[in-house]
């Protein structure tokens, strides 16, 4: 049973996981109900777990985290997932994503479901405020170690778990990347903009909002628009000033994922710069240990990669290792390599040479092995 919020994460496992286990049973955790299957994924037994009038309101009114925890309190649905177990004959439990799904992993494992539990934490911890990671820590503490599986996302994940969890009391864990599947690389490669203007150009995939700030990278944008570097992002409400070097494209649906048209599309760039608004955030452990989706999307492109130095460690780990782009202290370093025409050149034909290397499936059989040992 596949437990989890449909988007692109659950799209990307179940694209892999349904080519290898073909019983499976999606049970969509999120408020938003699914009424149709995903064709491509040809997933006929989508059960919706909540009420989404009920939930969304209780998710306007206290918030999302709130939202779980009372639900876990109230054991509510607990009967109607008892019965999907008994009636689907499910043997395994597979959550994702951060802490999101811990609450209903919390109710689980406090009724007694004898049934094993694996969780892909992806991205840990999920907050970026100290007292909130503080609380985070609190309250999955217990649930964590009572997992019979925990997939970690890099060995940095691994060690800060080992750090603040007895994961030696219970439990078997494993590393895997969480690369997406091949479907989403890219088909066909396009024309570099810097070759028609001499002028670099990056792409940031992610979104820009003001309603959460770490995401509000405005003044990011302005800094790098201003010492004449390109940067296209996608289309967005949140106001920006004007510059010639400040572009936008359309957003691209989850099915332009899938079928290798956003990775295309960002073929024909420089780069692609990972940003946050580190500045407010009071606990980066998150960036430290975790791959942002707008780094792994730029995999997915066989283009370089670049981002601010000394913030997200475990990204610049890799593409130090794998030599697909690079870590810069300021602006100019910046703009410097990005004119470096051998260095680029040497960067992008790594990073198309390992897409191939890059891919769920590749990682999978950890997780196939996993699967097979615990039930």
């Keep these: 049973m596949y437990l989890g919020s449909l988007g692109y994460v659950a799209q990307n496992e179940l694209t892999v996981l349904k080519n290898i286990r073909r019983d499976v049973i999606v049970l969509n955790a999120y408020y938003d109900e699914i009424k149709v299957a995903w064709d491509d994924l040809k997933c006929e037994n989508i059960i919706n777990l909540y009420e989404p009038a009920l939930l969304k309101a209780l998710y306007k009114s206290i918030g999302h985290r709130f939202t779980a925890i009372l639900l876990n309190l109230l054991n509510y649905r607990l009967d109607l997932i008892k019965r999907i177990i008994r009636e689907y004959n499910i043997e395994l439990i597979y959550a994702n994503w951060g802490s999101n799904m811990i609450p209903l992993i919390k109710m689980l494992q406090n009724n007694l479901i004898n049934i094993p539990i694996m969780y892909n934490f992806m ?11 503080f609380l985070e820590n609190w309250y999955c503490r217990k649930p964590i170690e009572r997992l019979d599986g925990r997939i970690h996302a890099s060995q940095n994940m691994y060690r800060y778990m080992s750090k603040r969890f007895d994961l030696k009391k219970h439990g078997l864990d494993m590393i895997v990347t969480p690369f997406f599947s091949e479907k989403y690389h890219y088909r066909k490669r396009l024309p570099l903009l810097s070759e028609k203007d001499g002028e670099p150009h990056l792409v940031y995939i992610g979104p820009l909002t003001s309603s959460r700030n770490w995401d509000d990278i405005r003044q990011e944008i302005y800094e790098i628009a201003n010492e004449g570097i390109h940067i296209h992002l996608a289309e967005t409400n949140v106001p920006l000033r004007k510059s010639p070097y400040i572009h936008f494209f359309p957003y691209f649906p989850l099915p332009q994922l899938i079928n290798g048209s956003l990775a295309t599309y960002m073929t024909q760039f420089d780069a692609c710069i990972v940003l946050f608004n580190f500045k407010v955030c009071s606990c980066l452990d998150r960036f430290y240990t975790s791959f942002p989706s707008r780094f792994l999307f ?21 593409v130090n290792e794998h030599q697909i782009g690079f870590a810069y202290k300021n602006l100019t370093e910046l703009k410097d390599k990005l004119n470096n025409f051998e260095l680029m050149q040497e960067y992008r034909k790594n990073a198309i040479r390992k897409t191939v290397d890059f891919t769920y499936e590749k990682e999978f059989h950890k997780l196939e092995k996993l699967i097979k040992v615990l039930t």
């Design 123 to 133: 991205t840990y911890p999920q907050n970026v405020y100290s007292w909130k990671v």
């Design 298 to 318: 730029a995999l997915n492109a066989g283009i370089p990669i670049v981002m601010p130095k000394g913030y997200l460690l475990t990204c610049e780990q890799f």
